[in-house]
C-alpha cells in the first residue's frame, strides 16, 4: 500500500483547507484510514481515524472542528479542517492499517504500518 497526501498550505486563523490521502493498490476497502499530525520540535500526535465501514474517532481538541471522511470508490481519505487556530500547524500524515471490520480503533502511530508523506498545514494568526 502506498500513500499520497496533499491539501497543505498556507491559510490564516478561521478558514478551511481539506487534507487528501490517495491510497494505491486493491485493497483500500480492508484499510482502516487515520491521520497524525506532527508540530515543529514534538512528537507525531493522533487526530482522527476512519473505519472500515465509515465510524469516526478524533482527538478531543479538533472534534467539532476537523471531519475525517472516506471514499472507497477513489481509494481516497479525506481530513476537512474548519476554523483553524495556529496550534493546527503541523505536517499532516496520512496512515493505513489493514484490518478486520470489527476492529477497535488505533490511536498509537505504531500501529500503522503504511505512511504516506506527509503534507505541512500552516496557519497564520
Known amino acids: 500500500v502506498q500513500l499520497q497526501a496533499s491539501g497543505g498550505g498556507l491559510v490564516q486563523a478561521g478558514d478551511s483547507l481539506r487534507l487528501s490521502c490517495a491510497a494505491s493498490?486493491?485493497?483500500?476497502?480492508?484499510?482502516?484510514m487515520a491521520w497524525f499530525r506532527q508540530a515543529p520540535g514534538k512528537e507525531r500526535f493522533f487526530v482522527a481515524a476512519i473505519s472500515r465501514n465509515g465510524a469516526t474517532k478524533y482527538t478531543d481538541s479538533v472534534k467539532d472542528r476537523f471531519t475525517i471522511s472516506r471514499d472507497n470508490d477513489k481509494k481516497t481519505v479525506y481530513l476537512q479542517l474548519s476554523s483553524l487556530k495556529p496550534d493546527d500547524t503541523a505536517v499532516y500524515y496520512c496512515a493505513a492499517v489493514s484490518t478486520i471490520i470489527t476492529a477497535p480503533f488505533r490511536y498509537n502511530s505504531d500501529d500503522y504500518p503504511y505512511w504516506g508523506q506527509g503534507t505541512l498545514v500552516t496557519v497564520s494568526s
Open positions: 493498490g486493491p485493497t483500500f476497502a480492508r484499510l482502516a
